[in-house]
């Protein structure tokens, strides 16, 4: 099923339209004023209800607003964009992995099967775009199992000067503790 849904080539496919969107906003914005400043000029700062904001200009290299940025808050799926990244440093793009009923018995059900086998790429990226936990529980045990990749997303975050931290590889909240806790600077710098 998952070649049938992201095909053989969906990461090559996705790196040429980001080439070309990259592109085409070069040109754009080397002839058209930053949105910044189209912002400044005609806005005053924008009244924001969420608990914690971080928003960032990366061509200008600056930030452009924050609140309670670097408070320690939930992050909720958030968590996966760091599994991510561990999963994809500990694998090959197209090791097989095997959905277990472990993973598949994870809450708010995605659509995976007992026993399907996914690429490991294809399942990163249908785990990102569903925000499946049962893709993110079968992605960890294929590179160590639930513990161990709950050390090395740890870990990761201290190597790159994080304040977050994780206590399981989907960032579900349990009766007991947390999923994940971070700043929403933290997961801007991710």
Known sequence: ISKHVFGHESHRTLFAALIVIIILGVSYFNHHPRTSEIYHAKYSTPEVFAKAVFAYDILEQRVLFEKNST?????????????????????????????????????????????????????????????????????????????????????????????????NVSGLDTEDSVGAIGSAEDAARL
């Open 71 to 167: 408070i320690s808050l939930p992050l909720a799926s958030l968590a996966k964009i760091m599994l991510s990244i561990v999963v994809l440093e500990h694998s090959q793009p197209k090791d097989t992995v095997i959905i277990t009923r472990e993973a598949f018995d994870q809450p708010e059900d995605q659509g995976l099967f007992v026993e399907e086998e996914w690429d490991v790429d294809d399942l990163v990226q249908f785990t990102i775009l569903e925000s499946s936990n049962d893709a993110a529980y079968a992605l960890a045990q294929y590179i160590g199992g639930i513990e161990e990749t709950v050390r090395l997303m740890n870990l990761k975050a201290q190597e790159l000067g994080l304040t977050m931290k994780f206590e």
